[in-house]
């Protein structure tokens, strides 16, 4: 993933150029831009709608859709929380509050450090061991306020390690 701001349009073209072939293509090129970037600049769209010969609209629609997509840089590391009945049904939102007090931020907020971006999901399909959150890549269950704040901890821990 590029860092905010040194994205080029012609890697977006590239990306667009390489699947823009395949079944179904406008997912997939999404899913690419905004693993190359972070997120879908909103500067992408008529690009994508161009090279896909489709309106801004429905490209926009697309993406609206999906929660996974973002058009907004995000922090270096992003939290999700599940909001589904099952994480919700034992104690959910108990751990938003407490994640947006430690935090300082709503979902969709990034932290004034740039470190973290909080976000809620509707599913992380792992409902038997709620409530679960996904910190990056890795998704951990059972989390309670304490177990949060841990997790949260080993995120500015490697942030450290990283600068």
């Known amino acids: 993933m590029t860092t905010s701001g040194q994205w080029r349009m012609e890697g977006v073209r590239d990306i667009i150029h390489g699947l823009k072939h395949k079944p179904g293509a406008l997912l997939p090129i ?27 609209a429905e490209v926009h629609g697309v993406i609206s859709f999906y929660h996974h997509f973002r058009t907004h840089p995000t922090g270096r590391h992003i939290v999700e929380i599940c909001r589904a009945e099952a994480c919700q049904s034992v104690g959910s939102r108990a751990l938003e509050k407490h994640a947006k007090t430690t935090l300082g931020i709503d979902f969709a907020e990034t932290t004034a450090c740039g470190s973290v971006t909080l976000e809620p999901v509707y599913c992380l399909g792992n ?37």
Do not use: W
């Open 127 to 163: 409902c038997a061991t709620g409530p679960s959150v996904r910190i990056d890549a890795n998704i951990y269950g059972k989390v309670s306020t304490t177990r949060f704040d841990e997790l949260i901890a080993d995120c500015r821990d490697a942030m450290r390690e990283v600068s």
């Open 30 to 56: 999404l899913h690419a831009i905004q693993d190359h970037i972070g997120y879908i600049p909103e500067s992408t769209i008529p690009v994508i709608a161009e090279e896909m010969l489709l309106t801004r």
